[in-house]
């Protein structure tokens, strides 16, 4: 598929991307290709595939949520720049 400088300036201005006349063959070129590309993947053969939402049985994992006790709490507050009784000072983020 061709794109013209036009089209691309065109896509360019609604991407709010700055692209120069040095890199304008560049860019063309390179959308070309993902175009080019996609009519290769959408004229494929499916025929007999089933559909596929991943590639893999895995799902994401999730440890147990359980309340640890840590004993040596001034390592685990050395690095905090504030601290107030034994809690990290955060700023306050509702008002």
């Known amino acids: 598929m061709q794109v013209s400088?036009?089209?691309?300036?065109?896509?360019?201005?609604?991407?709010n991307l700055k692209i120069s006349e040095e890199q304008l063959d560049s860019?063309?070129?390179?959308?070309e290709d993902i175009l080019n590309f996609t009519e290769v993947i959408?004229?494929?053969n499916?025929?007999?595939?089933?559909?596929?939402?991943?590639a893999n049985d895995s799902f994401n994992v999730f440890r147990k949520d359980e309340?640890?006790?840590?004993k040596d709490k001034e390592a685990l507050l050395?690095?905090?720049?504030?601290?107030?009784?034994?809690?990290?000072?955060i700023p306050k983020v509702i008002q």
């Open 42 to 44: 959408k004229n494929a």
């Open 27 to 31: 860019y063309r070129l390179n959308l």
């Open 67 to 70: 309340v640890k006790e840590f």
């Open 78 to 89: 050395q690095n905090a720049p504030e601290k107030e009784r034994n809690m990290f000072k």
């Open 46 to 54: 499916v025929d007999g595939l089933g559909e596929t939402i991943g």
């Open 5 to 15: 400088n036009e089209e691309l300036l065109h896509i360019a201005k609604l991407s």
